[in-house]
């Protein structure tokens, strides 16, 4: 069973993204995990991520989005946060609100059962006004990682 305190690193926390689109925000997060060795290949994981989203809204609300791509080239699950100040408004969202805060889940793909678990403990934790307060206005990326290694 794969704990939140193995996939959650401070390396995979980007506090201000460039991103002003969906497109952009999903590339630039790519590009740290693949710099952090974390996936092989930014084109296909790329396209797991669009497959994913292909699926459903992963803009959950409260300036939230949590896009997850499995694939062979992720070399080790782990959870990446990048956050946009200015707000990225064409991420499809359930409150059609900008996304703020995105949580991408890179799994590999023998980690699938994993992947469920990890992202039902992120979406309870996501209940808590005080988490979502701390992604938004954390200043250090310590801050956003120990909140989310929390247990709830």
């Not at 059962?113 to 307060?133: C, G, K, P, T, Y």
């Amino acid at each position: 069973m794969l704990d939140i305190k193995e996939v959650l690193f401070d390396e995979n926390v980007c506090l201000n993204l460039n991103a002003t689109t969906k497109d952009e925000a999903i590339s630039e997060m790519t590009k740290m995990l693949y710099r952090n060795q974390v996936i092989e290949d930014q084109k296909t994981f790329i396209k797991e991520i669009y497959e994913r989203e292909s699926e459903g809204i992963t803009g959950i609300g409260d300036g939230i989005a949590i896009p997850h791509g499995r694939s062979k080239t992720v070399k080790k699950t782990v959870i990446a946060v990048g956050r946009s100040n200015e707000g990225i408004r064409d991420w499809e969202t359930f409150d059609n609100k900008p996304v703020k805060c995105i949580i991408m889940f890179a799994i590999r793909d023998v980690d699938m059962s994993q992947h469920i678990m990890l992202l039902s403990h992120v979406a309870e934790l996501l209940l808590d006004e005080d988490v979502i307060q701390v992604l938004h206005t954390a200043q250090t990326s310590s801050e956003i990682v120990n909140v989310l290694r929390k247990d709830h």
